[in-house]
T-cell receptor
Framework: DQQVKQNSPSLSVQEGRISILNCDYT??????FLWYKKYPAEGPTFLIS?????DKNEDGRFTVFLNKSAKHLSLHIVPSQPGDSAVYFC??????????FGKGMKLTVNP | GAGVSQSPRYKVAKRGQDVALRCDPI?????LFWYQQALGQGPEFLTY????????KSGLPSDRFFAERPEGSVSTLKIQRTQQEDSAVYLC????????????FGDGTRLSIL
């Protein structure tokens, strides 16, 4: 049973517009959430994280929103750039040290 | 080096052979993790070390999988009597300490079992 779900396998946006990536989770023990970006043949690169005591965290063009009651988080990228094209993974942690990942979502930013 | 280093990058082995995968974490990082990533899936947890102590090995799929970190730095993941279903990318990650700290990943070892 998938505890972290990324229900959309792909997203395509125009350069300069906003990209919104969504993630849902089922385990109430999760208290720390992360987004990773992955290029082909490379390992996941940490982007941004949020603790469950917050509902928003911002770092440059990247903002993560957390809605605990809905068990939902989202990553906003504004403005999107062609170099943002990659697979994005949502991950969660809580109750143990391990990260639980979603299946990933492929973002394509068109010039 | 600045990041997590894994070797080899690619490994091809015949079914039944033993393999060893190495991870060199970021200097000073106490926590080290191994994950397995199948094609089209997210990484799945295998095992976790804090210094030299293996605190969680709940994700190891069978007793053919063994990991160690004897001096609290470099770690080795060993797979004995490999099977075709072991084919995957094996990722290592480290973090400064446990708790709410981001894990930083290496580029992985792509293991192919023929």
């Amino acid at each position: 049973d998938q505890q972290v779900k990324q229900n959309s396998p792909s997203l395509s946006v125009q350069e300069g517009r906003i990209s919104i990536l969504n993630c849902d989770y089922t385990n109430s023990m999760f208290d720390y959430f992360l987004w990773y970006k992955k290029y082909p043949a490379e390992g996941p690169t940490f982007l941004i994280s949020i603790s469950s005591i917050k509902d928003k965290n911002e770092d440059g063009r990247f903002t993560v929103f957390l809605n605990k009651s809905a068990k939902h988080l989202s990553l906003h990228i504004v403005p999107s750039q062609p170099g943002d094209s990659a697979v994005y993974f949502c991950a969660a942690q809580g109750g143990s040290e391990k990260l639980v990942f979603g299946k990933g979502m492929k973002l394509t930013v068109n010039p | 080096g600045a990041g997590v280093s894994q070797s080899p990058r690619y490994k091809v082995a015949k079914r039944g052979q033993d393999v060893a995968l190495r991870c060199d974490p970021i200097s000073g990082h106490v926590s080290l993790f191994w994950y397995q990533q199948a094609l089209g899936q997210g990484p799945e947890f295998l095992t976790y070390f804090q210094n030299e102590a293996q605190l969680d090995k709940s994700g190891l799929p069978s007793d053919r999988f063994f990991a160690e970190r004897p001096e609290g730095s470099v770690s080795t993941l060993k797979i004995q009597r490999t099977q075709q279903e072991d084919s995957a990318v094996y990722l290592c990650a480290s973090s400064y300490r446990g708790g709410n700290q981001p894990q930083h990943f290496g580029d992985g070892t792509r293991l192919s079992i023929l």
